[in-house]
């Protein structure tokens, strides 16, 4: 009888988490497990029929605003029954994609079989402002509290918290109170021979995009939400640009800051204008940072940015803010820029790329795609997540 898993994941759009779901389904033996996948956005599907994945897609129940902490109990408690899965793994962004009563349905359905992996570095609730009662008598912060402690029990009613990164880990146990002993910290990584330089695709892309093959081409890979502060890059770059017109910027995504930013690009003049390029979603993104020379992720908060990976493993020159789990993957100077999240972090961080000789450019190059390499072998981590999750490898 094969062992029934439910994967549970809230999206809007398509990112690294959504990739890392994909390459965890890629690489489950099929024969053995049974596998169902609950997502409030069905986003999955053509990707699961290309790569001949036989994960059963559904959606997950509906919940509104005003719902009781026991009315979102019982909805899920009833959607895990109609499945019966032997296990339930919950993929959460900022603590917030599901909340304590999905998960001790889970939990109890499960007999305890119910884990999480958590794709950044969630903050903290912030403290109540000092309310006065009657103008003088203080607030106690009891929502702040409740919420704290609601955040907190979740690492109580999972057998596993897998983290993405140090950072993401460190969060959970040091700010969130998760228990120290089911909080494992699991990388990912990308693969080296699909993320490879290509010299005849950096050729025969910039040709087709009338790109001069001596100009230097700034991209950015990620879901266009305001979390990813493409706004920064987009500002540095119009600072830049004014000096050098041998520069280019391409921003690959879609998502809900779109218009945010496509509003501040037509609102620059038309020299620098003309250089800056939505290709919005891509699903083939290797040749799109092959005909690239410096990446750039300008976020507030990542747990272990996977399209960093994806460029370091080509060859890019990465300038990146400090913003959690990049600390881990960039050593400044050597395998890349670590910047401060502001627009004058990512101007100084372009402006060293930009300056380096060809030698430097090169001795970078080669030390992102070795330390990817050597630390974000993502086959082998896949393997070791899959085990916390007591799954077998195909």
Same mark, same amino acid.
């Given at each position: 009888?094969?062992?029934?898993? !439910?994967?549970?994941?809230?999206?809007?759009?398509?990112?690294?988490?959504?990739?890392?779901?994909?390459?965890?389904?890629?690489?489950?033996?099929?024969?053995?497990?049974? *596998?169902?996948? $609950?997502?409030?956005?069905?986003?999955?599907?053509?990707?699961?029929?290309?790569?001949? @994945?036989?994960?059963? =897609?559904?959606?997950?129940?509906?919940?509104?605003?005003?719902?009781?902490?026991?009315?979102?109990?019982?909805?899920?408690?009833? %959607?895990?029954?109609?499945?019966?899965?032997?296990?339930?793994?919950?993929?959460?962004?900022? @603590?917030?994609?599901?909340?304590?009563?999905?998960?001790?349905?889970?939990?109890?359905?499960?007999?305890?079989?119910?884990?999480?992996?958590?794709? /950044?570095?969630?903050?903290?609730?912030?403290?109540?402002?000092?309310?006065?009662?009657? $103008?003088?008598?203080?607030? !106690?912060? @009891?929502?702040?509290?409740?919420?704290?402690?609601?955040? +907190?029990?979740?690492?109580? %009613?999972?057998?596993?918290?897998?983290?993405?990164?140090?950072?993401?880990?460190?969060?959970?146990?040091?700010?969130?109170?998760?228990?120290?002993?089911?909080?494992?910290?699991?990388?990912?990584? *990308? /693969?080296?021979?699909?993320?490879?330089?290509?010299?005849?695709? #950096?050729?025969?892309?910039?040709?087709?995009?009338?790109?001069?093959?001596?100009?230097?081409?700034?991209?950015? +890979?990620?879901?266009?939400?305001?979390?990813?502060?493409? /706004?920064? =890059?987009?500002?540095?770059?119009?600072?830049?640009?004014?000096?050098?017109?041998?520069?280019?910027?391409?921003? *690959?995504?879609?998502?809900?800051?779109?218009?945010?930013?496509?509003?501040?690009?037509?609102?620059?003049?038309?020299?620098?204008?003309?250089?800056?390029?939505?290709?919005?979603?891509? &699903?083939?993104?290797?040749?799109?940072?092959?005909?690239?020379?410096?990446?750039?992720?300008?976020?507030?908060?990542?747990? =272990?940015?996977?399209?960093? =990976?994806?460029?370091?493993?080509?060859?890019?020159?990465?300038?990146?803010?400090?913003?959690?789990?990049?600390?881990?993957?960039?050593?400044?100077?050597?395998?890349?820029?670590?910047?401060?999240?502001?627009?004058? $972090?990512?101007?100084? $961080?372009?402006?060293?790329?930009?300056?380096?000789?060809? &030698?430097?450019?090169?001795?970078?190059?080669?030390?992102?795609?070795?330390?990817?390499?050597?630390?974000?072998?993502? #086959?082998?981590?896949?393997?070791?997540?899959? #085990?916390?999750?007591?799954?077998?490898? +195909?």
């Amino acid at each position: 009888m094969k062992r029934k898993y !439910l994967f549970l994941m809230q999206t809007e759009d398509f990112g690294g988490a959504e990739r890392l779901q994909i390459d965890y389904f890629k690489s489950i033996d099929f024969d053995k497990y049974s *596998v169902t996948f $609950g997502v409030n956005n069905d986003i999955f599907r053509r990707i699961f029929n290309k790569n001949n @994945l036989p994960v059963k =897609l559904v959606y997950l129940p509906a919940l509104n605003q005003k719902d009781s902490f026991f009315i979102k109990f019982v909805k899920y408690y009833k %959607f895990f029954n109609t499945i019966k899965p032997m296990c339930i793994v919950f993929n959460q962004f900022w @603590l917030k994609s599901f909340s304590l009563p999905e998960v001790i349905a889970a939990f109890l359905i499960t007999k305890g079989n119910a884990y999480m992996i958590v794709h /950044d570095c969630p903050p903290v609730h912030s403290k109540d402002k000092d309310k006065q009662y009657f $103008g003088f008598i203080p607030g !106690l912060g @009891l929502s702040w509290r409740k919420d704290r402690l609601l955040q +907190t029990l979740l690492g109580y %009613f999972t057998k596993y918290t897998i983290a993405v990164s140090n950072a993401t880990k460190d969060s959970l146990i040091k700010q969130h109170k998760f228990p120290k002993y089911n909080v494992k910290r699991v990388y990912h990584g *990308v /693969d080296i021979h699909d993320n490879v330089p290509s010299m005849e695709n #950096r050729i025969r892309l910039r040709r087709e995009m009338n790109i001069p093959n001596s100009d230097k081409i700034i991209v950015s +890979t990620a879901m266009l939400y305001s979390g990813k502060r493409l /706004d920064r =890059l987009v500002e540095a770059f119009a600072i830049l640009a004014q000096a050098r017109n041998d520069i280019h910027l391409i921003i *690959v995504g879609s998502g809900s800051d779109y218009n945010k930013l496509t509003g501040m690009v037509n609102s620059l003049g038309e020299d620098i204008k003309s250089r800056i390029r939505f290709l919005g979603f891509q &699903e083939d993104i290797p040749p799109l940072l092959q005909l690239s020379d410096i990446f750039v992720l300008p976020s507030d908060s990542e747990g =272990l940015p996977l399209a960093c =990976l994806e460029a370091m493993s080509c060859g890019l020159i990465s300038v990146v803010t400090d913003c959690g789990g990049p600390v881990e993957m960039i050593k400044d100077g050597y395998n890349g820029f670590l910047v401060e999240k502001s627009t004058e $972090g990512i101007v100084n $961080g372009l402006g060293r790329s930009l300056n380096l000789s060809s &030698e430097e450019r090169s001795q970078i190059s080669c030390n992102s795609r070795e330390f990817v390499k050597e630390k974000f072998n993502f #086959r082998k981590n896949i393997q070791c997540g899959l #085990r916390l999750l007591e799954i077998n490898t +195909t």
